[in-house]
């Protein structure tokens, strides 16, 4: 579970983030097959991640989980106001399913905006001003 994740590693989180992540993720599904050539450009730095988790840094880890990588993005939603600073965050190795994109934040985001289950959202790479489309996925 992503908050045991984030419990265990809140200062290192805090150290990389710069700020402390609210212990969970929204996740986004995205389509097919979009998800398959997203996951492919990001693990493959198509992407360059903000920036790089070490593993060893990192404790409560199996063993076939490797580094952390994060992009900065905008979560945008017709349910919230005005676009959400976050950050795509994955690992490399994660079980986390191939269509799935794990968005974290400092705040919470999924009841503050009343977000439901394939609810549509939009997931902006800041970097590089792409629009990733998705759904929330629960």
């Known amino acids: 579970m992503f908050s045991v994740l984030i419990n265990q590693n809140e200062q290192v989180f805090s150290e990389y983030f710069k700020t402390k992540l609210f212990p969970?993720?929204?996740?986004?599904?995205?389509d097919p097959p979009a998800?398959?050539?997203?996951?492919?450009?990001?693990?493959?730095?198509?992407?360059?991640?903000?920036?790089?988790?070490p593993r060893e840094h990192l404790v409560g880890m199996p063993p076939y989980i490797g580094d952390g990588q994060a992009w900065r993005c905008n979560l945008i939603s017709e349910k919230i106001p005005s676009d959400i600073n976050t950050w795509v965050f994955r690992r490399i190795g994660s079980k986390v399913p191939h269509e799935v994109l794990e968005i974290v934040s400092s705040s919470r985001l999924v009841e503050p905006y009343g977000l439901r289950h394939e609810d549509p959202v939009i997931v902006e790479l800041i970097e590089n001003t792409e629009f990733i489309r998705g759904v929330h996925f629960a």
């Open 24 to 30: 969970g993720s929204l996740n986004i599904s995205i």
């Open 35 to 53: 998800s398959q050539s997203l996951r492919n450009d990001l693990d493959n730095g198509r992407y360059k991640p903000d920036f790089i988790i």
